[in-house]
C-alpha cells in the first residue's frame, strides 16, 4: 500500500502544557481516516503542523514523500484543507468565492466549479453571499474549496460542524464515494463518535496529546459494540495518561 502521510516522532508543547507528544503515524492511499479525541486533545494542533501552519518542537511530515518542513511547496501541492473555521469572501457570491481560488489553478474551470457546487449541495444557493449563509452553508462552501482542484489528500479538520442531519449524512457519502471512486485520501478529525465509525475505514484515538490507538473501524467493531465503547475502553485502559 501506498504511504500518502507519513508523521514520525511528532512534538508540540505549548506554554500551557498542552499540545502532543511523539505522534507516529502512516496514512495510505484511499483511506478514510478518522482522528478521533476531544476538544482540545491535540487533533488541530497535528493537522496544523501537517499543513505548514505550526512549526513542530520535534518531528516530521511526509506528504506524498515530501518533508512539509523542506518541500513545503511539493508537499501541498495535491493537497485540500480545512483547519478550524471556514474563511470566505463574505461579499463575493459562493460560485464568485471558488473562482477567485480557482486562479491558483491551471486546470479548474466553471464546469468543475459547478460540479463541487452540486457535489456538495450549494449550487442553486451559487448566486448567494456566504454572509447570509447558516453555518452548515459556510461548511458545505469550504468543502466545496477543498476538493476544487481535485487533490488526492483532503485534510478536513472537524468538517461536519454546524451541519445538520442531512447535511452530515450528504457529506459522508460524498468522502466515501471520493474515496472509492477517486481514491482520495481523507484526514478527518472529529469529537463526533458516531460519524466517525460510519465514516472512516481507520481510526487513531488521540487523547492529552497522545496517540493512544490506530486500528481499522472494521476490527473495532468486531470486538466492540460500537466506537464509543472501543474510545472508552482505550482512554481507560491508557489511564488517562
Known amino acids: 500500500m501506498q ?5 514520525t516522532n511528532l512534538t508540540k508543547i505549548y506554554k500551557n502544557e498542552r499540545g502532543i507528544k511523539d505522534i507516529n503515524l502512516d496514512i495510505y492511499k484511499g483511506d478514510v481516516f478518522g482522528f478521533l479525541g476531544p476538544n482540545g486533545a491535540g487533533k488541530t494542533t497535528a493537522m496544523k503542523i501537517m499543513t505548514g501552519l505550526v512549526t513542530p518542537d520535534s518531528g516530521r511530515v511526509r506528504i506524498m514523500g515530501y518533508d512539509i518542513a523542506d518541500e513545503f511547496e511539493l508537499a501541498m501541492e495535491k493537497v485540500g484543507c480545512i483547519i478550524e473555521t471556514v474563511e470566505t469572501h463574505q461579499y463575493l457570491t ?10 491558483y489553478y491551471t486546470h479548474i474551470d466553471d464546469n468543475r466549479i459547478n460540479e463541487v457546487l452540486h457535489l456538495t449541495g450549494l449550487l442553486k444557493f451559487k448566486n448567494e453571499k456566504p454572509r447570509k449563509f447558516s453555518l452548515g452553508m459556510r461548511q458545505r462552501l469550504g468543502i466545496a474549496a477543498a476538493i476544487l482542484s481535485k487533490p488526492e489528500v483532503v485534510i478536513l479538520d472537524e468538517p461536519l460542524n454546524g451541519l445538520d442531519v442531512e447535511g452530515m449524512i450528504a457529506m459522508r457519502n460524498l468522502i466515501k464515494d471520493l474515496a472509492q471512486t477517486e481514491k482520495t485520501t481523507f ?10 465509525e460510519l465514516t472512516c475505514n481507520r481510526i487513531g ?3 492529552n496529546g497522545r496517540l493512544l490507538n490506530v486500528d ?3 476490527n473495532i467493531l468486531t470486538s466492540y459494540a460500537t466506537l464509543e465503547n472501543y474510545f472508552v475502553s482505550e482512554v481507560e485502559r491508557n489511564g488517562r495518561i
Open 187 to 196: 484526514f478527518i478529525s472529529s469529537h463526533l463518535i458516531h460519524d466517525v
Open 94 to 103: 459562493a460560485y464568485e468565492n471558488l473562482k477567485q481560488l480557482s486562479r
Open 216 to 218: 481499522t473501524t472494521e
Open 205 to 207: 484515538v488521540i487523547y
Open 3 to 7: 504511504k500518502v502521510i507519513e508523521i
